[in-house]
Structures are given as structure tokens and as C-alpha cells.
């Protein structure tokens, strides 16, 4: 079958490719040497595979991860993105033999090739060769501060900086983000000193997107679980990033940020792309904070509180108004919690305040929520339609009081933000 042309394929329960080498047949020696250029050229990242731990593929006396670059192979072939877990690498497994069959030369970390090896089980291969897989550490490292230099990805490997070579993101949705890498990859991140916004990953090819991301890729999820559970991210800073905070050759570290914000959008080459806000939260006292903060990106006025980072205080004229029409009482289970004062209630935002999201501080972007609502809406959980019916994890009709005007505008960001429209 020619390329270009979509190929179908099965996948086991495993979630693995079932017929690999009738699909991988195709795949040339070309086809090989131009997923290595394509490689390099993103920066020798690509999504889902990390670097080889056994293994190296040798090309014009450098060395390659051989999974990522036979998958990097096959989804040229089959026009489809194929992720690490579709199949298995090591000895014995069709991708080394594919690679093997058309005379590309592999051999183990310590040196010795994979024909004087021989096509042993993995589980037999002399333990000299093995590596054990680095823990996830999340939070600081010993011996490593902000401002921290790396010449390269592979320096940050051995400590479990960043455990992944071929990856911007050091997660999954299990155990949360321990670190991600700005190396320019993106065309969407935004990077404003103490406060970064972050394009997750999936769909990018070459540099550039060219299909959609979404929250099940493990990357995503994990920075999804940072945020949900307040774990702190290592931010890094390539020199291929365009900002002013980059170094201009190597890595930099950035320091510690918190995942405060997640939603999707359509990115600038019109495909849906996962963000976060990710807000510096380390613990410094040499540094300096930057200029940028999401308070000049509101528009109503806001008092402004001295600080490591300035936050916004909210206008809780406007909120109060809000709580008070609804008698505290939420506005999706009808609930009002009584306090030892009196209830409680919250005002929830419909499209989020500052940068990105430039939602207004006004009676029509506001809700009264009990916590648990709040917590689920700005998480995505459930939205509104234009009908004020629920979409998602939430049954009915929005209560709506005969003098709330909302916005519709506004639910209509929330929807496309998290998946909705």
C-alpha cells in the first residue's frame, strides 16, 4: 500500500498493534533515515516514547532511541499516529527485527551487538546491560537549584530531573507532572516570567500541530493530577524557546510552578489543543519576581497586594450581590450551607478572570455555587448549554433567578474550553 494512504489496523487488549509487520512492511531504508532528520529536527522528542534504556540505534556514528525512530517511521506509513504503547521494543521484538532486516546496526548501552547478543527474552539478557526505570520524584532534588544549568536533556536524566529524553512532559495521569520542558516545540506557549501558559502534548508533527490533543495522552493527565492534588512542576527552560527568560544555549531551570488552570482551545493552526496555567510557587528569596501578572489583564480594577507573586483580591461587592439574590443557595443542587453566622455559598466565574481567559468580573459571568459545584464547573465536569440544561457529570436545568442576566457568550467559552461544543 502507498504512503499517504490510511492502512487499518487492530488492537489487542493489551491496546498493541496486532498485525505490526504486515503494517511495518512498507517501511524502506529512506523511510528510516527521514525519521531520524525528523527527529533531530524536534529537538529528539517525540510524544509518548522515552529515551532507549537497552538499546541504541547507530546512524553515520550517532547513536538513536530505535522505538521512537521506528515509530516515528510507521506513522509516516500509516498516515496515524502510533505511540510507544502500540508495540514493544528490546531484542526479539518485530521492531528490531524491522530494523535489523533493512541493515541497521543496533547495539546494547554498554556496546556489544545485537547479533553477538543474539535474540534472547529481555527478561535473560546479561543484568551488566539492564537499567532499572528512574522513580518519579516530584518537588525539589537535592543539589539542584533554580537557575541551574544543563547542557543537555541527558544531563537531567541520571537524578530524575527530568526522566524523559524524548519528551517535554515527565508524567501520567497516575502519579501527576514531576517536570516539563519549554524547548519551542509549541507555537501556543506563552511564557510571561512568574505565570506560563502550556500547550500539553499530542498532535504535533515536525514542529508543528496537525491533529487534536486530548486529556487521555498521559502527559496531559499527569499535569490534569498535578493540579487537581497541588503538586508542585520543575519548569524548564530550553534555549530553542522563544522568550526572554530562555538561556541561549542549553537548559535552564526555572524553579518550582503549580498547575492552577486547565481547559482546551483551538490552537493556532486549528486544532483542539490542551492548556495549562502554570504559576511559579517556589520559595526564593534572590529572585526576582517578574512584571507581568495576570492583574493588568482584568478588566474592572483590582486591588493589588504586595507579595512574591501579586494576586488578585476580588471585587466581593459583586460576589456578595451574587449570594445574596440566591439566598446562598447553589444554583445547581439548590443546596445552602448553614454555618454557625449564617450559610455559605461561592461565586464561581463562568469564563475565568486574567490572562489567558480575560473573563469579566461582572454579575454576568457569575454563578452562586456550593464548593463542591464550584470545585466540578471550573474543572470541566459539567457545563451549561444556551437552555440552561446541564452537559456532563450533572442532571437538569441551571437555576436562574428572573433578575440574573447571564451572558451566554460566557457559557459558551466554558463548553469550548472543556470539550463541550
Known amino acids: 500500500m502507498g504512503k499517504g494512504k490510511l492502512m487499518k489496523y487492530e488492537l489487542d487488549v493489551s491496546n498493541r498493534l496486532k498485525n505490526l509487520m504486515q503494517l511495518a512492511a512498507p517501511i524502506t531504508v529512506a523511510d528510516i533515515e527521514a525519521s531520524i532528520k525528523r527527529f533531530v529536527l524536534n ?26 525512530i521506528f515509530g516515528l517511521a510507521l506513522s509516516s506509513i500509516l498516515d496515524e499516529q502510533i505511540h510507544s504503547y502500540h508495540f514493544t521494543g528490546g531484542l526479539g521484538s518485530e521492531c528490531f527485527k524491522v530494523l535489523t532486516r533493512l541493515n541497521f546496526e543496533i547495539v546494547s548501552k554498554v556496546g556489544r551487538p545485537i547479533k553477538e547478543l543474539g535474540l534472547t527474552p529481555e527478561s535473560k539478557f546479561p543484568k551488566e546491560t539492564r537499567k532499572t526505570k528512574r522513580p518519579m520524584i516530584i518537588g525539589d532534588i537535592p543539589g539542584i537549584r ?22 517535554g512532559i515527565d508524567g501520567n495521569g497516575k502519579q ?152 446562598h443557595q447553589c444554583q445547581v443542587c439548590g443546596t445552602a450551607i448553614r454555618t454557625k453566622n449564617g450559610f455559605y455559598s461561592e461565586g464561581a466565574h463562568i469564563k475565568p478572570l486574567g490572562r489567558p481567559h480575560d473573563g469579566d468580573d461582572s454579575v454576568d459571568n457569575l454563578l452562586c455555587l456550593c464548593p463542591n459545584h464550584h470545585v466540578m464547573f471550573d474543572k470541566g465536569m459539567f457545563s451549561v448549554d444556551d437552555d440552561f440544561t446541564f452537559l456532563g457529570d450533572a442532571e437538569g436545568r441551571l437555576i436562574v433567578h428572573p433578575n440574573h442576566h447571564i451572558n451566554l457568550e460566557n457559557f459558551k467559552y466554558h463548553r469550548s474550553s472543556h470539550g463541550y461544543d
Open 43 to 68: 529537538n529528539r522528542e517525540v510524544e509518548t516514547y522515552a529515551d532507549s534504556t537497552g538499546y541504541d540505534l547507530i546512524y553515520d556514528g550517532e547513536r538513536y532511541p530505535p522505538k521512537a
Open 146 to 167: 533554580e537557575g541551574h544549568y544543563f547542557k543537555d536533556r541527558k544531563e537531567m536524566m541520571p537524578s530524575s530531573f527530568h526522566r524523559v529524553w524524548t519528551s
Open 176 to 327: 501527576g507532572t514531576a517536570a516539563i520542558v519549554l524547548s519551542g516545540g509549541y507555537s501556543d506557549d506563552a511564557d510571561y516570567g512568574d505565570e506560563i501558559v502550556y500547550t500539553g502534548a499530542g498532535g504535533n508533527k515536525e514542529g508543528k500541530q496537525v491533529g487534536d490533543q486530548t486529556w487521555l495522552q498521559p502527559g496531559n493527565a499527569g499535569l490534569l493530577t498535578s493540579m487537581d492534588q497541588g503538586l508542585a512542576v520543575r519548569v524548564i527552560r530550553g534555549h530553542q524557546h522563544k522568550s526572554p527568560y530562555s538561556p541561549k544555549s542549553g537548559y535552564s531551570y526555572a524553579g518550582l510552578y503549580r498547575v492552577v488552570d486547565a481547559w482546551q482551545e483551538v490552537g493556532n493552526e486549528g486544532f483542539r489543543i490542551c492548556r495549562y496555567r502554570l504559576v511559579y510557587s517556589d520559595e526564593n528569596p534572590d529572585r526576582i519576581p517578574s512584571d507581568n501578572t495576570n492583574l493588568e489583564y482584568l478588566k474592572k480594577t483590582n486591588e493589588r497586594r504586595a507579595g512574591s507573586i501579586l494576586r488578585l483580591v476580588r471585587d466581593t461587592k459583586i460576589s456578595k450581590s451574587i449570594k445574596k439574590l440566591y439566598a
